[in-house]
């Protein structure tokens, strides 16, 4: 704990609501404290992330907590990685249990092939560097998944809703073929997103679990707000964990965060809000 606050002085970190959270000070403190996926950590270390930065020390441990998070931290100070490796140590970890009583006690049914996490970024590039990122730290991990009641492994799918996948998914009709290729994360604009939301059947959010808004303050200011209540609507998953990343915190994004997150959120400011 007094190791905590000394971390965290050194990064002017702020952190509130989540008093049983500590941040980690190495990638390693994973393994002990989370049981990290070796792979994952193989794919960090492999890619030249060596050291954790200030929001991913903080970020990384409250997200595998399953808490919402508001986090605002300056531009180039790693966001992406904040979100994107807890995200996939969740993926992995909702694959590996499975015992019927713990996916109950956690509301998980058994690992379908159905969408479990959303990216959402106000731009197409931004998606685009977002899934790079991501396909480099899922390299070779696997997951187990039931089909049938048959217990089979196939690779964590990474995937950008590109206008070809979305005509893909449109043509493939109902979302609960079972011929379709499976997509465990999707990172996607609102307005594409949207587009699929309003054609019945090309994609089911129901089981979406993990809902990222990268660059928040932009998702959340007037141009965007109405696409993004629209999508916050349709993850109806009662076990829907919520997080905004963003270089900025204006107080209308702290407003809606207030509403939209669970009482317990986690709020993560390194340096300043503005
Ligand atoms: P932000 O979203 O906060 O503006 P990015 O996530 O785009 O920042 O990261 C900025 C750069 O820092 C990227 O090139 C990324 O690969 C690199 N980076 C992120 N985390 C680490 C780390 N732990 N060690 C080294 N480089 C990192
Ligand atoms: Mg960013």
């Known amino acids: 704990k007094e190791d905590a606050v000394k971390l965290r002085k050194t990064y002017k970190g702020n952190v509130t609501g989540s008093d049983s959270t500590l941040p980690i000070g190495s990638f390693e403190d994973l393994i002990s404290r ?15 992330f060596t050291e954790p930065t200030p929001i991913q020390c903080e970020a990384i441990p409250a997200t595998l907590l399953n808490k919402d998070i508001l986090a605002c931290a300056p531009t180039g100070s790693g966001k992406t990685l904040a979100f994107l490796i807890p995200l996939l140590q969740q993926v992995i970890d909702a694959s590996r249990t499975t015992t019927h009583n713990e ?21 197409k590039d931004l998606a685009n560097q977002i899934y790079e990122e991501c396909i480099k730290l899922s390299s070779r991990i696997v997951l187990n998944h039931n089909s049938d009641n048959v217990e089979q ?23 609960n073929n ?21 054609e019945e059947n090309a994609l089911d959010l129901s089981e979406v679990k993990h809902l990222i808004f990268d660059e928040a303050d932009k998702l ?6 109405e696409q993004t209540d629209h999508i916050l609507a349709h993850c109806t998953s ?35 809000k503005e």
């Open 34 to 48: 989370f049981q990290f996926n070796g792979k994952l950590l193989d794919n960090l270390i492999t890619n030249g």
């Open 103 to 123: 996916k109950a006690d956690k509301g998980q049914k058994n690992v379908t092939n159905g969408l479990k996490a959303l990216i959402i970024s106000p731009t």
């Open 220 to 225: 959340f200011d007037k141009t965007f707000l």
């Open 178 to 198: 079972k011929n379709r290729k499976p997509i465990d994360i999707l990172i996607t604009t609102p307005l594409r997103l949207i587009d699929m939301i309003k």
């Open 238 to 272: 009662s076990f829907l964990q919520k997080s905004m990343f963003s270089a900025t915190i204006p107080s209308n994004v702290e407003e809606i965060a207030s509403t939209v997150m669970s009482s317990d959120m986690c709020r993560i400011i390194i340096g300043h």
């Open 153 to 175: 492994q196939r690779h964590l799918q990474v995937s950008i809703l590109s206008k070809s996948l979305a005509s893909k998914l449109k043509q493939s009709g109902s979302s």
